[in-house]
């Protein structure tokens, strides 16, 4: 059974870094891309990152391009999202995604606040 678990929410002033975690059970996680997203308050889902199945290909959105470093462990089967110098509109639910032969899976979500 696949499971995501994020974990490293918490709040934090401007300026400040966070790291998240999410830990993967229950499928190869190492022949998998994997995603980070997030949704703010009032708002949809916001795609923020993705790193491929060996960690040497990353991608990230614009609005944290520069701030944010995806990682991952495959021996540990847990993805990274270092997050710093946030800013109060990084203020969301992130969450960590699993695409798998067409089926999606999701984390149940860690929240980050930022504000001072």
């Known amino acids: 059974q696949v499971q995501l678990a994020e974990s490293g929410g918490a709040s934090v002033q401007p300026g400040g870094s966070l790291r998240l975690s999410c830990a993967a059970s229950?499928?190869?996680?190492?022949?998998?891309?994997m995603y980070w997203f997030r949704q703010a308050p009032g708002k949809g889902l916001e795609w923020i990152s993705t790193i491929n199945h060996v960690g040497d290909q990353t991608y990230y959105a614009d609005s944290v391009k520069g701030r944010f470093t995806i990682s991952r462990d495959n021996a540990e089967t847990t993805v990274y999202l270092q997050m710093n110098s946030l800013k109060p509109e990084d203020t969301a639910v992130y969450l960590c995604?699993?695409?798998?032969?067409?089926?999606?899976?999701w984390g149940q979500g860690t929240q980050v606040t930022v504000s001072s």
């Open positions: 229950g499928f190869t996680f190492s022949i998998y891309w």
């Open positions: 995604y699993l695409d798998r032969e067409y089926t999606e899976y």
